[in-house]
Nanobody, 123 residues
Framework: QVLLVESGGGSVQAGESLRLSCGVS????????LGWFRQAPGKEREGVAA????????YYADAVKGRFIISQDTAKNTLYLQMNSLKPEDTAMYYC????????????????WGRGTQVTVSS
């Protein structure tokens, strides 16, 4: 069982930054994918950024490349998402996820989810 607890969401102006944190506990295997997803009202949940805990490789959605950075502190069992130059279109509920994977279609999914933290960006 994996428990994920997000924090750090809030309301900011366009161009500002936020850092999301996710406390990770439970059975995390050495090759687990940990990631961040988001879901805006009326839209499908989408993968934002992911990291393979064993390989250290990471993935970013095109919409956030160059602005968001995913990182992890293994000593603190915490996953982070540094979000810079935020845009109104980044407004969504952000979810931490574990054991994520990509479908052939390119869509990302995961087997474990946190409850989410809201990010609102106003123009």
């Amino acid at each position: 069982q994996v428990l994920l607890v997000e924090s750090g969401g809030g309301s900011v102006q366009a161009g500002e930054s936020l850092r999301l944190s996710c406390g990770v506990s439970g059975k995390i295997y050495s090759r687990y994918c940990l990631g961040w997803f988001r879901q805006a009202p009326g839209k499908e949940r989408e993968g934002v950024a992911a990291v393979n805990t064993g390989r250290g490789s990471d993935y970013y959605a095109d919409a956030v490349k160059g602005r968001f950075i995913i990182s992890q502190d293994t000593a603190k069992n915490t996953l982070y998402l540094q979000m810079n130059s935020l845009k109104p279109e980044d407004t969504a509920m952000y979810y931490c996820a574990a054991d994520c994977y990509a479908l052939r279609s390119g869509r990302w999914l995961a087997n474990y989810w946190g409850r989410g933290t809201q990010v609102t960006v106003s123009s």
